[in-house]
């Protein structure tokens, strides 16, 4: 009977012992670690820059006063379709028509005195011819000969000068009525009245710089001029195919292409001897231009544009997103982690085109490979339940 309750007795506390050192075992082992993977997948892939732009005319142009005046009248209003030709704006024309007179009486003065100093010249043509024939005769003296010879020369040479002030008379009358015509303002093409900076009786001076009255644009096809960062525009060549939105359709795109690159940036414009003591930080933007045309004339000058340049697409090619890059050289070469056998491993993989999220596969990977996105992710309630035991066996 004792051996009996023996046998008992030790069966339990073998039991109890095993149970004690399964939970000890369970309590200080080391869980493996576990790993978030993704894989390579199939999908189209589109290579985009993207810009921001300002929507101008193909062709503008400041229509400006070439004489002073006071404004007299305007014949259009912002907005107007022009003709070329058309009368935009009328200059008083008061001084340019004095200024006309004054030439035209300047010219009758000089024409009169020309008449009068042909008839001279006539004279004393006369008198040297009668002195040259008495002189032969010895009827008269040298002296009186020569003087009236020099008195012939005089006359020649004082025609000549009149003749001379005539000319510039006459220009001076061309230039009179061009100035009074420039006081009738033609348009000079077709296109649509954008801006007015003048009103009616204001006063305009034309002497130190030419004054707009208006600007007139060809607004059937528009231009956008976009800015491109330094570090996008090395992807950028003329002719690839681009578009754009503005701002209230933005579901309408429009299409367009690529069709000249600034070899500057604007601000070489206005660099001046001190640029080279500015900030080394300030980005780099270049121009870019592209044309669309605008039969409904939705487009309007200044407005903003959102503009996507197409450097390139492929379909259906193997990707991966660009989370996943360990090492990414940004010229094909990558790096990312695999998991094989349980372990974490580097593998090199070669590069193509990219989006925002995705870069194509060319080699180093199959759809197949399970590539790491994490490190180890042992969950939180492990965690908390680490934080709560107290002190585990080593990691």
């Known amino acids: 009977m004792a051996s009996r309750k023996l046998i008992k007795y030790s069966l339990l506390s073998l039991g109890l012992i095993a149970l004690l050192g ?3 075992y369970s309590y200080f082992k ?3 670690p576990t790993f978030m993977t993704t894989q390579a997948s199939f999908r189209n892939i589109k290579e985009q820059v993207f810009a921001t732009g300002t929507l101008a005319g193909k062709v503008e142009v400041d229509v400006g006063a070439q004489v002073s005046g006071q404004i007299k009248k305007l014949h259009v209003q912002t907005g107007d379709e022009v003709k070329e030709g058309q009368l935009l704006c009328e200059i008083d024309p008061d001084i340019q028509e004095n200024e006309l007179r004054t030439a035209k009486a300047q010219e009758k003065l000089i024409s009169a005195q020309i008449r009068s100093q042909k008839a001279e010249l006539k004279r004393l043509e006369l008198e040297f011819t009668r002195q040259k024939g008495l002189l032969k005769t010895e009827a008269t003296s040298k002296q009186e000969y020569e003087l009236a010879e020099a008195n012939l020369e005089v006359a020649k040479a004082n025609l000549e000068a009149l003749e001379a002030q005539l000319e510039q008379a006459q220009i001076a009358i ?3 009525q061009t100035n009074l015509g420039y006081t009738k303002i033609l348009a000079p093409m077709d296109g649509t009245v954008y801006a007015i900076p003048v009103e009616e009786g204001q006063t305009v001076n034309a002497n130190q710089t030419t004054p707009t009255i208006l600007k007139l644009a060809k607004l059937d096809v528009m231009t956008v001029e976009t800015e491109i960062s330094e570090a996008d525009v090395v992807h950028v060549k003329e002719g690839m195919p681009c578009s754009f939105t503005i701002l209230g359709l933005n579901n309408q795109s429009f299409k367009s292409k690529l069709y000249r690159i600034d070899p500057a940036p604007k601000s070489a414009e206005n660099e001046s001897s001190q640029s080279s003591s500015s900030s080394t930080t300030e980005a780099i933007y270049y121009n870019a231009l592209l044309d669309v045309d605008n039969p409904e004339g939705l487009l309007r000058i200044d407005m903003t544009a959102q503009v996507t340049i197409d450097i390139a697409a492929k ?3 193997l990707a991966l ?3 996943t890059l360990r090492f990414d050289d940004y010229a094909g070469k990558g790096k990312v982690y695999v998991l094989e ?3 974490v491993v580097e593998r090199d993989v070669e590069l193509g085109i990219r989006d925002e999220q ?3 596969v060319l080699s180093g990977l199959s759809e197949n490979d399970l590539i790491v996105i ?14 709560r035991r107290g002190p585990r066996g080593p990691f």
């Open 22 to 24: 399964f939970g000890a």
């Open 30 to 32: 080391e869980d493996a």
């Open 174 to 176: 061309d230039d009179a």
């Open 315 to 317: 379909e259906n090619v």
């Open 321 to 323: 997103p660009l989370t």
């Open 341 to 343: 056998n349980d372990l």
């Open 358 to 360: 995705f870069v194509e």
């Open 374 to 387: 994490g490190d180890d992710v042992k969950t939180s309630e492990d965690l908390a339940m680490q934080g």
